[in-house]
Every structure is written in structure tokens, then in C-alpha cells.
T-cell receptor, first 113, second 110 residues
Framework: NAGVMQNPRHLVRRRGQEARLRCSPV?????VYWYRQLPEEGLKFMVY????????ESGMPKERFSAEFPKEGPSILRIQQVVRGDSAAYFC???????????FGQGTRLTVV | GIQVEQSPPDLILQEGANSTLRCNFS?????LQWFHQNPWGQLINLFY???GTKQNGRLSATTVATERYSLLYISSSQTTDSGVYFC????????????FGRGTSLIVHP
């Protein structure tokens, strides 16, 4: 999958804790997307970022969720005060340009207990 | 927003059989990709195919952009083909965000 790295692969959090999911895009890619996948469902768009900018966050819940893609370092999806309904697989994808082929990481499976 | 519909939702095959998966979309697209999500959850790029036909081994794909559909062909299926197949599109003049269909779940029996 052209090198999109997500970590951790699995994350367990208790209700009320914070979850931080990291995504390192393919080297040279400046566009990052985050998606959420619930069991037995497709991938739902959450947020689209370029370096230091949020381009579209229309799919992200207004509260508790935030995302960033700093000039240096990985993109971070942050979920504060997690609830059981946040349990899902979170996928990150990167692409080099507008209208480019997107490559996905292996996902982070978040379980809230 | 754009509607992406995949059919059939579920498919069960005997090893060696051929199959065709379909992706219909409701608007003009700049970009279309097919992905395979294996039983371990990993998403694997199959084709980047906004138009035309491509082949890769036993798999091939055709997108007819003017008629707003794409087809994924799997020939001589193997058990390792099992998983969920997704198409994802980006609409023309849109926000360059891939929108996914709900997928076709394929089980190939030995």
C-alpha cells in the first residue's frame, strides 16, 4: 500500500479517556484523509487535510474530534472523552495531488471499554 | 452528495468461477478506484481507473464514465479473493474527497 503508516494498529481506551491516532503519509504526499469504518459497513469520510490546513471536515463530529497535519510529523486524529460508539476502525489515506490515487494505511482499530 | 451504489451486496462463489461486480455513481467523476479489503481489514488498491479498461492478472476493470458505472471482473476466483470490494469516486468539480460505496462482500469456497 505504498507506505502509509498508521499507529497504533490496535488501541483500547476506557470511556472518558483520550485516543490519539497517528498517520504518516507516503513520502512526498501532502494530502491526507481520515475515514471511519463501523463493523459491516463501508468507509465514511471524516476529514481532509493538507499540510497545516484543514480542507474539509464535514464528516467529522463537531465535538470531541479534532485532526491536524502539521508541517513536520504525522497527521493526528484526536478523540477526547471517548464513548463506546467511537469503537471502530479508523483509516488514513494519502495522495500526492488533487484528484490523485489514494493509498490507505492498515487502520487503527479502536475499542472503547 | 454523490450516490455510489455497488451490486451485488453479497456474492458466494466456488473456486474457479468468474464474477462481475458493479459500481454505479450518480454524478460525473474525475477519479474512480477499486479496493479489496481482505479478511484482516487491510485495504488494497486494485485499480485507479477514471475511464477505460485495465487488467492486472486475473482482475480487470472497466469504467464507462459517460454512463456512470464501473465493472470489476474477477476470473478463475481463488479463496484468497474473499473479502469486501469497494469502489470510491471523486466527483467532477467536487472537493476531491473519495466517496465509498457500501461494498460487495465476496466469499470464495474451495
Amino acid at each position: 500500500n505504498a507506505g502509509v503508516m498508521q499507529n497504533p494498529r490496535h488501541l483500547v481506551r476506557r470511556r472518558g479517556q483520550e485516543a490519539r491516532l497517528r498517520c504518516s503519509p507516503v513520502k512526498g504526499h501532502s494530502h491526507v484523509y481520515w475515514y471511519r469504518q463501523l463493523p459491516e459497513e463501508g468507509l465514511k469520510f471524516m476529514v481532509y487535510l493538507q499540510k497545516e490546513n484543514i480542507i474539509d471536515e464535514s464528516g467529522m463530529p463537531k465535538e470531541r474530534f479534532s485532526a491536524e497535519f502539521p508541517k513536520e510529523g504525522p497527521s493526528i486524529l484526536r478523540i477526547q472523552q471517548v464513548v463506546r460508539g467511537d469503537s471502530a476502525a479508523y483509516f488514513c489515506a494519502s495522495s500526492p495531488v488533487w484528484v490523485g490515487q489514494a493509498f490507505f494505511g492498515q487502520g487503527t482499530r479502536l475499542t472503547v471499554v | 452528495g454523490i450516490q455510489v451504489e455497488q451490486s451485488p451486496p453479497d456474492l458466494i462463489l466456488q473456486e474457479g468461477a468468474n464474477s462481475t461486480l458493479r459500481c454505479n455513481f450518480s454524478d460525473s467523476v474525475n477519479n474512480l478506484q477499486w479496493f479489496h479489503q481482505n479478511p484482516w481489514g487491510q485495504l488494497i488498491n486494485l485499480f485507479y481507473i477514471p475511464s477505460g479498461t485495465k487488467q492486472n492478472g486475473r482482475l480487470s476493470a472497466t469504467t464507462v464514465a459517460t454512463e456512470r458505472y464501473s465493472l470489476l471482473y474477477i476470473s478463475s476466483s481463488q479463496t484468497t479473493d474473499s473479502g469486501v470490494y469497494f469502489c470510491a469516486v471523486e466527483i467532477t468539480g467536487g472537493s476531491y474527497i473519495p466517496t465509498f460505496g457500501r461494498g460487495t462482500s465476496l466469499i470464495v469456497h474451495p
